[in-house]
């Protein structure tokens, strides 16, 4: 489970993360990442939120893929600047992935989308 300020909980947030000019993504065929700095929260915790839809699976599949991806999200926490928020969404292809599988896929492109956000001068 990830602290409580480290998670992104409105809709407005995920669509700022995803969606602004600054936003840096990278993806694989199993994950994408996506990573935004927010002026207004310079300073503050890192912030993570997970989007996994229908086309991975049921309830129970989804909620395992959720689980696995917040516990590899929360060892590498402390790799994330202050102020900068994530997004990581799952492919269909995530359904099928072993937790080992999901964590090597996910720690390079969570560093790959945070690393594109300080460069674009934003961070």
């Known amino acids: 489970m990830l602290p409580a ?5 409105t809709r407005s947030d995920f669509a700022s993360a995803i969606r602004s000019p600054g936003a840096a993504r990278a993806g694989s065929r199993i994950l994408v ?14 912030r993570v939120g997970f989007v996994v839809s229908k086309a991975v699976g ?13 516990a590899v999200v929360a060892a590498e ?15 269909a ?4 992935a072993t ?7 996910l720690k390079p492109l969570l560093h790959r989308a945070v690393r594109r956000t300080a460069a674009s001068g934003t961070a």
């Not at 300020?5 to 909980?9: K, Q």
């Not at 049921?58 to 917040?70: E, G, Q």
């Open 33 to 46: 990442v996506h990573a935004n700095v927010t002026d207004s929260r310079a300073g503050l915790p890192p």
């Open 77 to 91: 926490l402390a790799g994330i600047p202050d102020g900068v928020d994530v997004v990581v969404r799952a492919q």
């Open 58 to 70: 049921n309830a129970v599949v989804r909620n395992r893929t959720k689980r696995r991806l917040r």
């Open 99 to 105: 937790f080992a599988e999901l964590e090597s896929a």
């Open 93 to 96: 292809a995530a359904s099928q």
């Open 5 to 9: 300020p480290n998670r992104l909980r």
